[in-house]
């Protein structure tokens, strides 16, 4: 049976037949659905998908039990209490019954959540299920996992402008993970289990929604609604003051809201000053982590190259691997001694040994925390003696630990946004390089300090993509294109961040005005998205522009595919710096990209390319328009974008990153 509140709660195990409640919710927060059957229901609080990693860390020291519970325990309780008068169900959700229930009962006991035990392995599943199971329900908000300071203040307001929209979901825009809920209606979750891409994207409920509204939309009886619930301007929150996320997730994290906790006692604030408090105690220990002896300058020969020791977990091949792939093989080789490490046999471990690079295959995941990837790392560094370590991206934990225990210094690549899944990793880099202002200001969201970002540009040989080679009509003819008639590119991996959907109905709504249109893909589907390709081909089917459309996949030759475009087109409106687009400037091709992420930071509207709004068909529709039809604006951008390319030449940012090497490595 159903838990009351107020009372220790029992444990809820699946599938649960619970009776109605005859009671609403109270001071009238009865929300109503928007549907034509519309009845009043309740809201639920949900503290979701507790797994046993997890749950391990109940009983970890570094939880520095407050009272009489800990870090979890003061949430359950806060929450519990902030949030009484806006909603009737508490719950937990957990997917494992010899870990985290025991401990989880533990916290829960004296509070009005309950526990459901969830037999679905992922996070829509898991909500999926306990909806079916309590059919009172209405809405959800969601709380992630171990979220230490949740602002429950301007919860409130979130969810009474969620009651407002009447949307299927409604998320915070750029908020820490954990500071806000994602409020959702509950028939929403069981409409998207049904779907037919929800095995690839069902740990990411917000994605599925969209991909869905962008593919099928109305038409397939979808048409989700989310909105976007924006805190900054509705409370003034200032973002930069807060942390990436308040989820307590590692040593440091842990630390941290134990200190804050025991700062604040009972008078833990409700809203945003208990996770800015929390930013200062992170700062703080990260300062103490990362204390090192004095500099000492003389440390390194200066008659020595210095050896750096590269290294990536990146199977793919993508901008971002193209861009580290540059670097290494046009360092001054008189200066510099290069070892890389990569996982397996790729793309990117090809062209690196044709350019002479000595290259290791692991044939396994040295990411992962295991004892032999600490035992790996700590013979190769010693062996290779290694001055400074070189990370794209991400090479996990064990890596970084054995690089400071040897003291060798490390240099992190930031090439994307929301980084929060590496920020273990960046904690423990000595210097992190951002590709863009736009990717250092995110970085610095991470609780790090300013002066360990620095903003370095990707760089593109200028010399491989010039204007005029090879010419446009013989390009077209190795591509197998009409030789006339305007061609807009995209180039990426086919991925529904991407946006290719919204370059299907440029190309829809502007057949009948240019009848020759014919639009370039260049990229591949990655394993796992191989049903958004599939809904990708329908869509166009749909539309009918499958003829205007060249699927070209994986791409070596990209001169060929700039030479013969009119136009290079972005859609991802969270692009960290598109490599496509400096690259195609260089060959005189401008592009048109959303006024969004990096790529202001490449493109002047009207100068070297074209802005339109982010994730707008309408504005990006008239932009691709108006150079279509405008031969003068055409020479005018072309003109500008090979002239604004040359601030991203190779030999500009091999500088850059040599100055960067050999400042850590002289530092220790």
């Excluded at 929390?278 to 020969?301: N, Q």
């Excluded at 009918?544 to 475009?565: M, P, Q, T, Y």
Aim: glycine letters at 8%.
């Amino acid at each position: 049976m159903r838990c009351s509140p107020g009372l220790s709660l029992p444990i809820h195990r699946s599938p649960i037949t619970a009776p109605r409640r005859e009671t609403g919710l109270s001071k009238g927060m009865q929300l109503t659905l928007n549907d034509t059957n519309a009845t009043k229901r309740g809201t639920a609080v949900v503290v979701t998908a507790l797994t046993p990693r997890i749950a391990s860390c109940f009983d970890d020291p570094a939880l520095a039990s407050i009272g009489s519970c800990t870090v979890i325990g003061h949430l359950l309780r806060r929450l519990g209490a902030g949030m009484a008068q806006w909603c009737d169900e508490f719950v937990v959700l957990t997917t494992d019954s010899g870990i985290a229930l025991p401990s989880i009962e533990r916290e829960s006991s004296g509070t009005r959540f309950g526990v459901f035990l969830s037999t679905r392995a992922s996070l829509l599943g898991c909500l999926a299920e306990y909806v079916e199971s309590a059919p009172e329900v209405g809405s959800l908000l969601t709380f992630p996992e171990l979220a230490a300071f949740p602002d429950l203040v301007t919860a409130e307001d979130m969810l009474l402008f969620h009651q407002k929209s009447q949307a299927d979901a409604t998320t915070p825009v750029r908020t820490p993970g954990g500071f806000l809920p994602v409020i959702y209606r509950a028939e929403a979750l069981l409409r998207l289990a049904a779907m037919e891409l929800s095995e690839e994207y069902e740990g990411d409920i917000l994605r599925l929604m969209a991909v869905s509204n962008q593919l099928d939309g109305a038409e397939a009886g979808y048409g989700f609604v989310v909105a976007r619930y924006d805190p900054a301007q509705r409370r003034g929150i200032e973002r930069r003051l807060l942390p990436a996320s308040c989820l307590v997730g590692d040593e440091h994290s842990r630390e941290a809201a134990a200190r804050v906790l025991g700062e604040v006692g009972s008078g833990w604030p409700a809203d945003c000053r208990a996770a800015q408090a929390y930013k200062r105690a992170l700062l703080d220990i990260g300062d103490r982590v990362m204390a090192r002896p004095e500099p000492t300058p003389a440390r390194l020969s200066q008659y020595r190259p210095l050896h750096i020791l590269f290294a990536s977990v990146a199977r793919g091949y993508s901008g971002a691997e193209a861009s580290w792939l540059e670097l290494i093989k046009n360092l001054d080789r008189e200066q510099f001694v290069a070892t890389v490490i990569l996982p397996a046999a790729s793309v990117a471990s090809e062209a690196l040994m044709e350019a002479g690079v000595v290259v290791e295959l692991t044939r396994w995941n040295f990411a992962e925390s295991a004892l032999r990837s600490y035992s790996y790392w700590s013979d190769l560094l010693t062996r290779r003696t290694a001055d400074v370590v070189d990370i794209n991206g991400s090479a996990g934990i064990p890596l970084l630990a054995c690089a400071r225990h040897l003291g060798i210094p490390v240099v992190t690549h930031a090439r994307a946004y929301d980084l929060v899944a590496i920020g273990n990793e960046l904690q423990f880099s000595d210097l992190i390089v951002a590709v863009s202002n736009d990717v250092r200001l995110d970085v610095l969201r991470n609780d790090i300090r300013e002066h360990r970002v620095v903003t370095v540009y990707n760089g593109v040989d200028l010399d491989r993509f010039r204007p005029g080679s090879p010419p446009a009509a013989e390009a077209r003819r190795r591509l197998g294109l009409p030789i006339d008639g305007p061609l807009l590119t995209i180039v990426s991996r086919i991925a529904p961040e991407k946006r290719y959907e919204m370059l299907l109905e440029i190309v829809a709504r502007l057949k009948p005005e240019f009848p020759s249109l014919v639009a370039l893909c260049a990229g591949e589907a990655h394993y796992g998205q191989e049903a958004y390709f599939s809904a990708l081909k329908r869509r166009a089917d749909t539309l009918g522009i499958s003829s205007h459309l060249r699927w070209l996949g994986f791409c070596r030759n990209l001169e060929d595919v700039f030479a013969a475009s009119s136009l290079l087109v972005c859609c991802n409106p969270s692009e960290p710096l598109p490599r496509c687009a400096i690259e195609a400037g260089a060959m005189g091709l401008p592009t048109a990209g959303p006024r969004s992420g990096g790529m202001g930071e490449i493109i002047e509207d009207g100068l070297n390319g074209l802005l339109f709004a982010p994730n707008d068909v309408e504005d990006a529709c008239s932009v691709v328009r108006r150079y279509l039809a405008d031969p003068v604006l055409q020479q005018k951008l072309r003109i500008g974008a090979r002239v604004a390319a040359q601030r991203f030449s190779i030999a500009e940012h091999v500088e850059r990153m040599s100055q960067v090497f050999r400042s850590v490595a002289n530092a220790g």
